[in-house]
């Protein structure tokens, strides 16, 4: 890399400086997170520089250099997990540190090093074993490191310097102080929750899958003009579609910020014990869907040039294009529901019913009325874009049911829910419905709707999920 | 958690001792680790105990101490990684404090703090933005952080004691010290290497698909006796099957040891360059494979109580049967070859050639024949399972090629296939084919074949995935 950079030194400078103007237009937070590290540090060295701090800490002021470049993580629930899992480590590990040291002193002068050193054998094993735990992985790990290193250092150290509890005073306090710093720092200087960066990905996550839907109608039907369409657009349409592709492995990103969020306080529009592992079942069923589409992205682009495939898919375009469409603006508003943390509203449910219908409609057409040719060969790709269209309703209808659960666990403002003007007249049968306002929002209506008859409804749903029987057209 | 063991002190302790002997059992190289991690330390307690050593290194021999706790990890990659990370981050860092302080010392009693202060953040700032970096992110975090760590630590701490070089000096040494002793034990005591368990992950997954396409046969073509079947074997054959589904997340943990295992020497069949990133390659290629058998999974169990599905089914049976246990068949080959490091024998290929004229006999079944009802809806799901299992050939043929270009990168050692007799007659006129022993392998015929052949035909199936010519029957 280096030979390289001296070959063409402008060019690399270039890219480079590029490069990191992009990473911080990207996200902007990170210049904000990097100025907020080097404030932190030059706070905690006044500890060395100002003297009454330095005659009062001495050499034990290192700690909270270290301690402040050690914890501060990009989010306040990293920080504060570091921060609190040092703390606990370092206070337990001392306090069985001098015990142990204590202990080892009753063997006089020569048994006091094979103890202390046997001590430190056994529980650096020991702990060392514990990292292997899923769930100790997950959330003490970096407390477990602390144990074992302060655990070494108090035991070991202890046997020389005779002041150990001085020691130990000025050691606890200096990390004191610089986790405080840092934790101060993080919580209220332009603070990064993790909890909200975990809402935040759920949601566009769901976005990305509606986009897709949205937009598979019209990628997928395309027989003529091919050539006459600009290639720009369709290039860049294209690669807003695969979007999606992010979603596939956001898992280990998602579960690191629900974990870290559980630290977190209550910030902003979440409480303390919000219901983060609820964002990762959301989000895995985005996953699940995200497979699907993965799929499905697979039959974009096969060319179809016999000629009963093209018919057969002129048959199928309508139904197809509805369920993809609905089940898109469905998503849409479910992560808009997720997003202002409002119960998924009426017009939801009645997007997933639409695409139930056309599920009907298109099984209507599969059922009778094809069959000019035996050639079921051709027809196999658009058989199974149906099947999988299908499957991709089941999933948002998962996808709701978990929000709804999630609206329930959170406590989600209940609904108002706006609704095109040509989908309320169907409403009108299925609870206490109330328009308010009436051409006042441009072409929206709102509509009061009933908790309770709300949940009834959901249940509903749930007991049957495809079968088409909740449709109402 | 701590008042739920208190509630069943008993049963709590019972089944934490029954997770401790899980978790060694399913890895023994778990306990063995965390043994070498408590040898480490004891060792480098004795910097303290033992008086000489003591009086050369003082109170720095705490950051031994530290850096056998930070840097000594499972994988002998992950621990070389750390330790020079370490190492080059502490030089760096250590010579430009030392530049630092003396520069800043030009700038007389009151101007030397600022300008250490303005370059200690200046330096944490810009150290910490690029950990943004993905690159420098996967590769070099850690020295980096050592990087703030040591010159903010160095910077400062020089400011107060005069003896810098001194100090430096017993620092550095004393961190070689705990940075050899981690590396010789974890190199040269029982040591995990993360290229071999990067090597294994990536044929334990091929096998996991291989496993489900050679069961899914006989999952999805059972009609009758569902009652009569034992439960028990039904619900274990059914979870080894599911086993695939472990490569849908395997992404994260393949990478980190990838980049891990770059930094390891060589090792029993790995040399220093040994070509990790075409594992990545295959694992991502398994990876979309899998994606393929979820769809699939999706059919299994789907009751098919029409009569024309289930007629459809059982003309569409054997075909399908044979692309699944083919494609099966022939994964299993590709992992044993990644695992022995032959090259990819005949015989898989001869497996795909055989699940590609499976395709084709489908796609006749599919053309013809067919069509006594017009019910499409019926037959969509077995449509589908076609289809999908016609994607998945081309997957595998994209898997073998991947192979095939390790097996270049890597030098695997040339094919002694060992094929199956019945097989054997349709290879006689594609390459130079020796019949060696025959009989002797029970009912194996072992060929040799004429490498430059081999490669040729590798690269004319490259050309044309799917469309049947390649196949000899």
């Known amino acids: 890399m280096l030979a390289m950079a001296a070959d063409q030194p402008k060019l690399g400078a270039m890219s480079v400086m590029e490069r990191i103007v992009k990473l911080g237009r990207d996200d902007p937070r990170r210049i904000i997170h990097s100025l907020k590290v080097g404030l932190a540090l030059t706070f905690v060295s006044l500890l060395y520089y100002w003297r009454p701090l330095y005659d009062g ?19 306040v629930g990293a920080t504060l997990s570091k921060g609190l899992n040092r703390g606990l480590g370092t206070l337990l590990a001392g306090a069985l540190g001098v015990g142990a040291q ?48 302060t655990f070494s250092l108090v035991s070991v150290s202890g046997y020389r310097v ?76 294209s690669s807003s579609l695969q979007a999606y592709k992010t979603v596939l492995t956001s898992q280990s990103s998602e579960e690191s910020l629900a974990n870290f969020a559980s630290w977190e306080p209550r910030h902003g529009k979440f409480s303390f014990r919000h219901p983060w592992k609820q964002y990762l079942k959301i989000g895995s ?77 298109l099984k209507n057409t599969l059922k ?25 309703v089941k999933s948002v209808e998962k996808i709701l049911e978990a929000i709804e659960e999630l609206g329930v666990l959170a406590s989600f403002k209940s609904v108002e829910p706006t ?15 109330n328009p308010l306002f009436d051409g006042e929002c441009g072409d929206h209506v709102v509509i009061m709707v009933d908790n309770e008859v709300e949940v009834g409804k959901s249940q509903g749903l749930e007991g049957k999920p495809s079968n088409g029987e909740m449709v109402c057209k």
């Open 57 to 75: 800490f001495g050499i034990a002021a290192i700690w909270a250099v270290l301690t402040v470049v050690v914890i501060f993580e990009f989010t």
């Open 102 to 149: 204590h202990f080892a002193s009753l063997f006089g002068q020569i048994g006091e090093p094979i103890v202390l050193g046997f001590f430190v054998f056994l529980l650096a094993a020991a702990s060392t074993f514990s990292r292997f735990f899923p769930r100790i992985k997950a959330r003490y790990d970096y407390g477990v490191l602390i144990f074992i290193l």
């Open 162 to 237: 005779e002041k150990i509890l001085e020691l130990a005073h000025q050691r606890l306090s200096t990390i004191l102080i610089g986790g405080a710093t840092c934790i101060f720092i993080s919580l209220f200087i332009c603070p990064v929750w993790a909890g909200e960066s975990l809402h935040n990905i759920i949601v566009s996550n769901i976005e990305k899958l509606a986009n897709y839907l949205e937009g598979f109608g019209g990628e997928y039907f395309r027989y003529e003009d091919r050539e006459n369409v600009d290639e720009d657009s369709t290039h860049n349409k």
């Open 285 to 361: 069923l985005a996953r699940q869907c995200a497979y699907q589409i993965e799929s499905l992205n697979g039959y974009i682009n096969v060319p179809t040039d016999i000629q009963v495939a093209i018919q057969f898919r002129r048959r199928i375009e309508e139904s197809c294009n509805a369920i993809s469409s609905e089940s898109g603006k469905a998503l849409r508003i479910l992560a808009s529901s997720i997003k202002t943390m409002t119960n998924p509203s009426l017009s939801s449910k009645t997007h997933i019913e639409n695409a139930t219908a056309a599920i009907d409609e």
């Open 368 to 392: 009778t009325g094809y069959m000019e040719s035996s050639d079921l060969l051709g027809i196999i790709p658009d058989a199974t874009v149906c099947c999988i269209l299908i499957d991709i």
């Open 419 to 433: 609704v095109s003007p040509e989908k309320s007249t169907q409403l009108l049968h299925r609870g206490i419905v």
